[in-house]
């Protein structure tokens, strides 16, 4: 029994590749395109992933490894072996769920959502696609097994992102998001090979076991830590290579829910979460502000955006940002929880903007809607549960995992002291923005009069499998599922699975940043908690007040105010120009080193090897001339000359005996004349 | 030694003139026999896969190879020309000496796969078939020699068998400018061989076999620093000479692989040559550069080796940046590919140049995964321009859902072309970094290197997209999609990329005692 | 006056010359034959007064006899060939007889 249990998380990673392959060779051939095939092996998958935890709690976590390949015996470094496995402790246990669970509801809700479509399977075949990569990224226990799958989430968002290839824009968000992560990859492969150097092992407890032995240390390990966190950098689309994650919405609506929500960017968090104990202070400063960094920029631009999708971009990029700086500053568990709630509730948002989507029939600007609550009311509800929980607002999952994360930023400023303050400044103001920018959505979006009529009375409540997800998903932002209290998640069993780890290099300290012992840093966030909690429960509700204040009671007339802060309006709305920046610095930079490349390499280097051949042609032509005057010339002359010699001696041969007699007379006379004076 | 005989007859020697058997077969059928002069030459060809698979399954990996003829399998030796010498002492003596070892074993698989693909491929060819068959098989012959020959001699004939073939192919059947794009390469080629010639003759001078007293052309003999007496050319004492024979040595080969800044053959022989044959030009020729390097200049002038470790880093770091940024401005899709190949066999020079265990590992598995690779796409370039007759990338679009087969194809071998996860570049790539990471300064190339992938990734995904999203152009409504006889010759090789994604040890393990061995040599660790 | 070899000599030299003479300048293909024949009986002159006063026997007559044999023999082929000339020349003048010329 034991033994089959070791082996079910493998069942668990093939299963939709199973479903991929199925579906890729035979689905034209299953009823409805294979659609139920899919839907119905995630939810098995679901139901082996929530054993495989529950197992957790009873087990323990443990590892299985396979040898992958070796390198043969070498006679200083000995036999090479490169191991490739899976493991389980808390991190994959949560994330299998996670992932199966928002993937199955993406599947049923696709169902629907997706019918018309021409490539219906090979839309869930790359559903399932996608959930293996993910899966695998989750399960393996290296960090190279980590990269195979990070790159094949990659792959398989690219095809997602750009499912409908007919249109150009769909076609460039796809290319730009798997370049941009290539970008940031690039990084994590340079942080792999500097552990690989150092330390010769790619396994996390290898990894780990190095560290502690001090192998990789100092500078190094700062570097090695900044190069894997450039990898989360750009799937967890943080400030700079957060601009693919807005364009990628150009995909379906459930494929946003799934990979740009929940799962892919979720990646990046969960790489920092997986290799945080080794992460060094230097590192995790940078770790700390580029998360905060991200959050502030993504909250200013998520203010200003009109596109219902786009606004949710940027908000989970916020967010993201959120979870990045919560490990940054020590917080491991919370940002990890933060992760989690995020998931269940941030899929949800996504899924009900896509039933408004489907609603409305395919509208995404919301100056377009308005009064969907009459309308829709189950969407409306899910979304509202699922808003209160992303801005933070109490008895929702989203208000136990915010406040965690702002209590350990409080503590990091208190811990560290000085300008640091500023990372707790900047949370607790993301989190009134975030309240703010979610309210107006809903404010916009259901509440108000309707502002186009003729879609408005088009517009009709979404069927059964679109709305089952969406309620389940809403149900899951409640604070219940995670602990029963309704104000500190620290009793619940989340945060009792997932504990906080006891940093490797704790005592050491950065250039501004302190590790401390766990027990120590424990006692700073309990310290914080009590004020943080208030203070986000003002900071929301200021942020939500104003909301209703700007979009639902009119009290203050929004154009004006947009028309007296113009030029911040605008630096926000166009996403602080990071897009220009970069078609320019990096885009048009490299198309014009790519032509000026080819221009030297047709004119230049092949140039000179035409330029070679037409030299040696031409000394060629010399030199045939040379022969043809000089070397020809001389022996025609001395072909001319026997010639000539020949037509003075032909005279002597009369052809008449006689002549040739007194010819031989005269000769011998001669020879006897010569012998005589000789 | 593993002595593997059929009909009295060595393998290797089956491996090699079993073409030539073909090639005569094929002139004694009619030329208007089209099928059957086709299906002689595919049926010779899948011989020779066949021979290669009893060799893999016969093949020792434990047996280094190397610098040892004990080490070597299959091996065959026999005199071949021995003349008394008549301006110095001794003998001219040459062997027909044959063998493989970890590193050349590879290649020989990968010559016999890529020649029968090639072959099937060929059936599009429309004029003359009787003579580009003869050609194509001699041309095997020349392939296959060149990596089981151990005498100096004997691979330098091989390495010039090669060209002739390769020129009448390229210059008869090409396209427009296939006169022009057959005389370059011819030249270029040549102008390398001369390099080699002049080192190897200079090789037979300073050498002395230590058994018999005479000069020699034995490679493995060569390797032995004993064979050269201290004052001699290439003797300890002539160290100045001996780099200058590495340096020339890696011109000649370098010309081959190709290295910046000797490239620029390549894109034209590509755009010129049929199909068929930028498939083998890509898979195999390609490859006989760099098994040139590691079997010759590596294993005789291991000195050198270390020497010119940063030269050759740079060359390589050069050639994949460079590659890949030409290879964006192109317009002409096999162009593009061409100068992908020039990026790509940059990683191959960066794995050598590292003179590591993993890093010549990854070298030679990349050589291994680029021909496969690199053959899926030219053989995708030739299905699309047998179709549409342009090979122009902004001339097509929306071709996914016209043609999903193909699309299915394509997109597997680009993705692993930029080196995917889960296909058999990324292992070797992975491995080159990794083994170039090993030194302080290659470290740095590396680094530089790593943004080859990133350009790799732009120009590729702006491939699939010219050719396959957005809409369909209106002319090309009528396009068929892939067929069976194009399936056939794709297919297994993605069978074989996506299995040695996932289960490289069934190639690393054939090589991995060999390179052990020959990093040890170059860094004189016994 | 005693004749001596001397005198021999002297008269075989101008009887060479006589027939040296005849045959440079003889146009007539018979007239040269004599010529021929005048060298031949100089020579035979010689050997014989050589022989004679050389105190060898015999020798010199021997070798006349022999020589005077000869001429006759190339008496018969030369006539054949001054016949043949004839023939194909229409005449016996050598000089007509140049196709060696060409």
């Given at each position: 029994?034991?033994?089959?249990?070791?082996?079910?998380?493998?069942?668990?990673?093939?299963i939709?590749?199973f479903?991929?392959?199925?579906?890729?060779?035979?689905g034209?051939?299953?009823?409805?395109?294979?659609?139920?095939?899919?839907?119905t092996?995630?939810?098995?998958?679901l139901?082996?992933?929530?054993?495989?935890?529950?197992?957790?709690?009873?087990?323990?976590?443990?590892?299985?490894?396979?040898?992958?390949?070796n390198?043969?015996?070498?006679?200083?470094?000995?036999l090479?072996?490169?191991?490739?496995?899976?493991?389980?402790?808390?991190?994959?246990g949560?994330?299998?769920?996670?992932?199966?669970?928002?993937?199955?509801?993406?599947?049923?809700f696709?169902?629907?959502?997706?019918?018309?479509?021409?490539?219906?399977?090979?839309?869930?075949?790359?559903?399932?696609?996608?959930?293996?990569?993910?899966?695998?990224?989750?399960?393996?226990?290296?960090?190279?097994?980590?990269?195979?799958?990070?790159e094949?989430v990659?792959?398989?968002?690219?095809l997602?992102?750009?499912?409908?290839?007919?249109k150009?824009?769909?076609?460039?968000?796809?290319?730009?998001?798997?370049?941009?992560?290539r970008?940031?990859?690039?990084?994590?492969?340079?942080?792999?090979?500097?552990?690989?150097?150092?330390?010769?092992?790619?396994?996390?407890?290898?990894?780990?076991?190095?560290?502690?032995?001090?192998?990789?240390?100092?500078?190094?390990?700062?570097?090695?830590?900044?190069?894997?966190?450039?990898?989360?950098?750009?799937?967890?689309?943080?400030f700079?290579l957060?601009?693919?994650?807005p364009?990628?919405?150009?995909?379906p609506?459930?494929?946003?829910?799934?990979?740009?929500?929940?799962?892919?960017?979720?990646?990046?968090?969960?790489?920092?979460?997986?290799?945080?104990?080794?992460?060094?202070?230097?590192?995790?400063?940078?770790?700390?502000?580029?998360?905060?960094?991200?959050?502030?920029?993504?909250?200013?631009?998520?203010?200003?955006?009109?596109?219902?999708?786009?606004?949710?971009?940027?908000?989970?990029?916020?967010?993201?940002?959120?979870?990045?700086?919560?490990?940054?500053?020590?917080?491991?568990?919370?940002?990890?929880?933060?992760?989690?709630?995020?998931?269940?509730?941030?899929a949800?948002?996504?899924?009900?903007?896509?039933?408004?989507?489907?609603?409305?029939?395919?509208?995404?600007?919301?100056?377009?809607?308005?009064?969907?609550?009459k309308?829709?009311?189950?969407?409306?509800?899910?979304?509202?549960?699922?808003?209160?929980?992303?801005?933070?607002?109490?008895?929702?999952?989203?208000?136990?995992s915010?406040?965690?994360?702002?209590?350990?930023?409080?503590?990091?400023?208190?811990?560290?002291?000085?300008?640091?303050?500023?990372?707790?400044?900047?949370?607790?103001?993301?989190?009134?923005?975030?309240?703010?920018?979610?309210?107006?959505?809903?404010?916009?979006?259901?509440?108000?009069?309707?502002?186009?009529?003729?879609?408005?009375?088009?517009c009709?409540?979404?069927?059964?499998?679109?709305?089952?997800?969406?309620m389940i998903?809403?149900?899951?932002?409640?604070?219940?599922?995670?602990?029963?209290?309704?104000?500190?998640?620290?009793?619940?069993?989340?945060?009792?699975?997932?504990?906080?780890?006891?940093?490797?290099?704790?005592?050491?300290?950065?250039?501004?940043?302190?590790?401390?012992?766990l027990?120590?840093?424990?006692?700073?966030?309990?310290?914080?908690?009590?004020?943080?909690?208030?203070?986000?429960l003002?900071?929301?509700?200021?942020?939500?007040?104003?909301?209703?204040?700007?979009?639902?009671?009119?009290?203050?007339?929004?154009?004006?105010?947009?028309?007296?802060?113009?030029?911040?309006?605008?630096?926000?709305?166009?996403?602080?120009?990071?897009?220009e920046?970069?078609?320019?610095?990096?885009?048009?930079?490299?198309?014009?080193?790519?032509?000026?490349?080819?221009?030297?390499?047709?004119?230049?280097?092949?140039?000179?090897?035409?330029?070679?051949?037409?030299?040696t042609?031409?000394?060629?032509?010399?030199?045939?001339?040379?022969?043809?005057?000089?070397?020809?010339?001389?022996?025609?002359l001395?072909?001319?000359?026997?010639?000539?010699?020949?037509?003075?001696f032909?005279?002597?041969?009369?052809?008449?005996i006689?002549?040739?007699?007194?010819?031989?007379?005269?000769?011998?006379?001669?020879?006897?004349?010569?012998?005589?004076?000789? | 030694?593993?002595?593997?005989?059929?009909?009295?007859?060595?393998?290797l020697?089956?491996?090699?003139?079993?073409?030539?058997?073909?090639?005569?077969?094929?002139?004694?059928?009619?030329?208007?026999?089209?099928?059957?002069?086709?299906?002689?030459?595919?049926?010779?060809?899948?011989?020779?896969?066949?021979?290669?698979?009893?060799?893999?399954?016969?093949?020792?990996?434990?047996?280094?190879?190397?610098?040892?003829?004990?080490?070597?399998?299959?091996?065959?030796?026999?005199?071949?020309?021995?003349?008394?010498?008549?301006?110095?002492?001794?003998?001219?003596?040459?062997e027909?000496?044959?063998?493989?070892?970890?590193i050349?074993?590879?290649?020989?698989?990968?010559?016999?796969?890529?020649?029968?693909?090639?072959?099937i491929?060929?059936?599009?060819?429309?004029?003359?078939?009787?003579?580009?068959?003869?050609?194509?098989?001699?041309?095997?012959?020349?392939?296959?020699?060149?990596?089981?020959?151990?005498?100096?001699?004997?691979?330098?004939?091989?390495?010039?068998?090669?060209?002739?073939?390769m020129?009448?192919?390229?210059?008869?059947?090409g396209?427009?400018?296939?006169?022009?794009?057959?005389?370059?390469?011819?030249?270029?080629?040549?102008?390398?061989?001369?390099?080699?010639?002049?080192?190897?003759?200079?090789?037979?001078?300073?050498?002395?076999?230590?058994?018999?007293?005479?000069?020699?052309?034995?490679?493995?003999?060569?390797?032995?620093?004993?064979?050269?007496?201290?004052?001699?050319?290439?003797?300890?004492?002539?160290?100045?000479?001996?780099?200058?024979?590495?340096?020339?040595?890696?011109?000649?080969?370098?010309?081959?692989v190709?290295?910046?800044?000797?490239?620029?053959?390549?894109?034209?022989?590509?755009?010129?040559?049929?199909?068929?044959?930028?498939?083998?030009?890509?898979?195999?020729?390609?490859?006989?550069?760099?098994y040139?390097?590691?079997?010759?200049?590596?294993?005789?002038?291991?000195?050198?080796?270390?020497?010119?470790?940063?030269?050759?880093?740079?060359?390589?770091?050069?050639?994949?940046?460079?590659?890949?940024?030409?290879?964006m401005?192109?317009?002409?899709?096999?162009?593009?590919?061409?100068?992908?190949?020039i990026?790509?066999?940059?990683?191959?020079?960066?794995?050598?140049?590292?003179?590591?265990?993993?890093?010549?590992?990854g070298?030679?598995?990349?050589?291994f995964?680029?021909?496969?690779?690199?053959?899926?796409?030219?053989l995708?370039?030739?299905?699309?321009?047998?179709?549409?007759?342009?090979?122009?990338?902004?001339?097509?679009?929306?071709?996914?859902?016209?043609?999903?087969?193909?699309?299915?194809?394509?997109?597997?071998?680009?993705?692993?072309?930029?080196?995917?996860?889960?296909l058999?570049?990324?292992?070797?790539?992975?491995?080159?970094?990794?083994?170039?990471?090993?030194?302080?300064?290659?470290?740095?190339?590396?680094?530089?290197?790593?943004?080859?992938?990133?350009l790799?990734?732009?120009?590729i995904?702006?491939?699939?997209?010219?050719?396959?999203?957005?809409n369909?152009?209106?002319?090309w409504?009528d396009?068929?999609?892939?067929?069976?006889?194009?399936?056939?010759?794709?297919?297994?090789l993605?069978?074989?990329?996506?299995?040695l994604?996932?289960?490289?040890?069934?190639?690393?393990?054939?090589?991995?005692?060999?390179?052990?061995?020959?990093?040890?040599?170059?860094?004189?660790?016994? | 006056?005693?004749?001596?070899?001397?005198?021999?000599?002297?008269?075989?030299?101008?009887?060479?010359?006589?027939?040296?003479?005849?045959?440079?300048?003889?146009?007539?293909?018979?007239?040269?034959?004599?010529?021929?024949?005048?060298i031949l009986?100089?020579?035979?002159?010689?050997?014989?007064?050589?022989?004679?006063?050389g105190?060898?026997?015999?020798?010199?007559?021997?070798?006349?006899?022999?020589?005077?044999?000869?001429?006759?023999?190339?008496?018969?082929?030369?006539?054949?060939?001054?016949?043949?000339?004839?023939?194909?020349?229409?005449?016996?003048?050598?000089?007509?007889?140049?196709?060696?010329?060409?």
């Amino acid at each position: 029994m034991e033994f089959a249990l070791h082996k079910l998380p493998l069942v668990v990673l093939l299963i939709p590749m199973f479903s991929f392959l199925v579906l890729s060779f035979f689905g034209k051939k299953l009823p409805r395109g294979g659609d139920w095939f899919g839907t119905t092996l995630l939810f098995i998958n679901l139901g082996f992933s929530v054993f495989i935890l529950y197992s957790l709690t009873q087990l323990g976590k443990y590892e299985l490894n396979v040898e992958w390949f070796n390198l043969g015996e070498n006679k200083i470094l000995g036999l090479q072996t490169f191991y490739a496995g899976f493991q389980i402790d808390a991190l994959t246990g949560v994330m299998l769920v996670v992932v199966n669970a928002i993937s199955a509801f993406v599947h049923l809700f696709s169902v629907k959502y997706m019918e018309n479509d021409t490539k219906y399977t090979r839309y869930f075949a790359f559903l399932g696609l996608f959930t293996f990569s993910m899966l695998g990224l989750i399960l393996g226990n290296s960090i190279v097994l980590m990269y195979v799958f990070w790159e094949l989430v990659g792959v398989s968002s690219y095809l997602l992102i750009g499912f409908w290839y007919e249109k150009p824009a769909p076609q460039e968000a796809a290319k730009k998001a798997f370049i941009v992560n290539r970008v940031g990859d690039a990084g994590f492969l340079l942080g792999i090979l500097i552990i690989f150097l150092t330390i010769g092992s790619f396994t996390f407890n290898g990894i780990f076991e190095g560290v502690e032995a001090g192998k990789l240390s100092g500078g190094m390990l700062t570097a090695a830590g900044i190069l894997l966190f450039c990898g989360a950098v750009g799937k967890s689309a943080q400030f700079p290579l957060h601009v693919w994650l807005p364009d990628a919405m150009e995909g379906p609506t459930p494929v946003s829910a799934l990979i740009h929500a929940a799962t892919m960017v979720a990646a990046g968090v969960y790489l920092v979460a997986r290799v945080f104990v080794m992460l060094s202070a230097d590192a995790l400063t940078v770790i700390t502000y580029i998360g905060v960094i991200t959050a502030f920029i993504s909250a200013t631009i998520a203010i200003t955006q009109n596109d219902i999708k786009k606004v949710l971009a940027y908000s989970t990029i916020s967010q993201l940002g959120y979870m990045i700086m919560a490990i940054g500053v020590g917080a491991y568990s919370f940002g990890f929880f933060h992760l989690v709630t995020h998931a269940f509730f941030k899929a949800c948002l996504f899924l009900t903007a896509g039933s408004v989507i489907y609603g409305m029939h395919h509208v995404q600007d919301i100056r377009e809607m308005g009064g969907l609550r009459k309308k829709m009311p189950i969407t409306f509800y899910t979304f509202l549960m699922a808003t209160l929980a992303i801005s933070g607002v109490p008895l929702t999952s989203g208000f136990l995992s915010k406040d965690s994360i702002l209590a350990a930023t409080l503590a990091f400023g208190s811990i560290n002291g000085g300008f640091n303050y500023i990372v707790p400044i900047l949370a607790f103001l993301i989190a009134g923005m975030t309240a703010f920018y979610m309210f107006r959505l809903l404010i916009l979006t259901f509440l108000g009069e309707p502002k186009n009529k003729e879609k408005y009375d088009h517009c009709h409540e979404s069927p059964k499998q679109m709305t089952i997800p969406l309620m389940i998903l809403a149900a899951l932002s409640f604070f219940g599922v995670f602990s029963f209290n309704p104000f500190d998640a620290s009793g619940g069993w989340f945060l009792k699975l997932v504990k906080m780890p006891e940093h490797l290099l704790a005592g050491t300290s950065g250039l501004f940043y302190h590790i401390l012992p766990l027990e120590e840093y424990m006692e700073h966030i309990h310290h914080a908690h009590m004020t943080a909690m208030v203070l986000s429960l003002v900071i929301s509700g200021l942020g939500i007040l104003t909301a209703f204040t700007f979009y639902y009671w009119k009290k203050v007339d929004v154009e004006k105010l947009t028309e007296s802060i113009k030029p911040l309006y605008n630096f926000s709305l166009n996403k602080w120009y990071f897009d220009e920046l970069y078609d320019i610095i990096a885009i048009k930079s490299t198309m014009g080193l790519s032509r000026m490349s080819a221009w030297f390499d047709g004119k230049v280097v092949d140039g000179a090897v035409n330029g070679a051949a037409s030299v040696t042609r031409s000394f060629s032509k010399f030199n045939g001339l040379f022969d043809n005057i000089v070397v020809d010339g001389l022996v025609n002359l001395t072909g001319g000359m026997v010639g000539a010699f020949g037509l003075i001696f032909r005279k002597f041969q009369t052809g008449k005996i006689q002549t040739y007699i007194a010819f031989l007379v005269f000769g011998i006379l001669v020879m006897y004349f010569i012998f005589r004076v000789l | 030694m593993i002595e593997f005989k059929l009909l009295g007859i060595g393998i290797l020697t089956w491996m090699v003139f079993l073409p030539v058997i073909g090639m005569i077969a094929v002139l004694f059928v009619p030329k208007s026999a089209e099928k059957s002069i086709k299906y002689i030459a595919v049926g010779f060809t899948s011989l020779l896969l066949v021979l290669a698979a009893v060799m893999l399954s016969v093949y020792d990996p434990a047996k280094a190879g190397i610098n040892s003829v004990a080490g070597f399998q299959f091996v065959e030796k026999m005199t071949w020309i021995d003349v008394p010498a008549f301006l110095w002492d001794g003998r001219l003596k040459v062997e027909y000496f044959m063998g493989v070892d970890g590193i050349s074993f590879p290649m020989v698989l990968l010559t016999a796969l890529i020649s029968l693909i090639g072959a099937i491929a060929s059936f599009s060819v429309k004029r003359n078939e009787k003579g580009y068959y003869v050609m194509y098989l001699f041309l095997v012959t020349g392939m296959m020699g060149v990596f089981v020959s151990l005498d100096l001699f004997l691979f330098f004939v091989f390495w010039e068998i090669m060209l002739l073939p390769m020129y009448f192919l390229i210059g008869i059947w090409g396209g427009e400018r296939r006169e022009y794009a057959a005389i370059k390469f011819f030249l270029y080629t040549l102008f390398g061989s001369a390099f080699l010639l002049l080192v190897m003759i200079g090789l037979f001078f300073s050498s002395k076999d230590p058994e018999t007293g005479l000069h020699t052309f034995n490679m493995i003999t060569l390797m032995d620093p004993k064979t050269f007496a201290p004052d001699s050319l290439f003797g300890i004492l002539n160290q100045t000479w001996r780099l200058l024979a590495f340096a020339g040595l890696f011109v000649g080969f370098a010309i081959k692989v190709p290295a910046f800044p000797f490239h620029t053959w390549l894109p034209d022989a590509h755009v010129e040559a049929p199909t068929a044959i930028s498939v083998i030009l890509a898979g195999v020729l390609l490859k006989m550069g760099t098994y040139g390097l590691l079997r010759i200049s590596y294993s005789i002038f291991p000195d050198g080796a270390r020497y010119f470790m940063y030269p050759i880093a740079i060359i390589a770091c050069i050639n994949i940046i460079y590659g890949a940024l030409c290879a964006m401005a192109q317009k002409d899709f096999k162009k593009l590919i061409a100068y992908s190949s020039i990026s790509h066999m940059g990683y191959v020079l960066l794995g050598m140049a590292s003179n590591t265990t993993i890093g010549i590992n990854g070298a030679i598995l990349q050589m291994f995964n680029h021909g496969t690779i690199t053959a899926i796409l030219f053989l995708s370039v030739g299905v699309i321009y047998d179709r549409a007759h342009t090979r122009g990338l902004y001339d097509f679009g929306g071709l996914a859902n016209k043609m999903p087969k193909y699309f299915s194809v394509l997109i597997i071998a680009m993705f692993a072309s930029i080196g995917l996860p889960g296909l058999s570049a990324f292992i070797s790539e992975t491995f080159i970094f990794l083994g170039a990471f090993q030194n302080q300064f290659i470290r740095v190339v590396a680094i530089i290197s790593v943004l080859g992938i990133i350009l790799n990734a732009a120009y590729i995904l702006w491939t699939i997209q010219r050719i396959f999203f957005g809409n369909l152009p209106e002319k090309w409504n009528d396009l068929k999609d892939i067929n069976a006889r194009e399936l056939i010759s794709t297919v297994p090789l993605i069978i074989i990329v996506i299995f040695l994604g996932i289960f490289p040890s069934y190639m690393l393990n054939l090589m991995t005692a060999s390179v052990n061995q020959l990093v040890n040599f170059i860094w004189g660790i016994n | 006056m005693e004749i001596g070899l001397n005198h021999y000599l002297v008269l075989s030299a101008i009887l060479f010359g006589l027939g040296l003479f005849a045959m440079i300048t003889r146009r007539n293909a018979i007239l040269v034959l004599m010529g021929i024949e005048l060298i031949l009986n100089a020579a035979n002159i010689n050997l014989v007064a050589f022989s004679h006063f050389g105190g060898m026997g015999v020798d010199g007559q021997v070798l006349t006899i022999f020589v005077m044999i000869l001429a006759v023999a190339e008496a018969a082929v030369a006539l054949g060939i001054v016949l043949n000339l004839y023939n194909n020349f229409a005449t016996v003048d050598v000089d007509e007889a140049n196709t060696m010329k060409d």
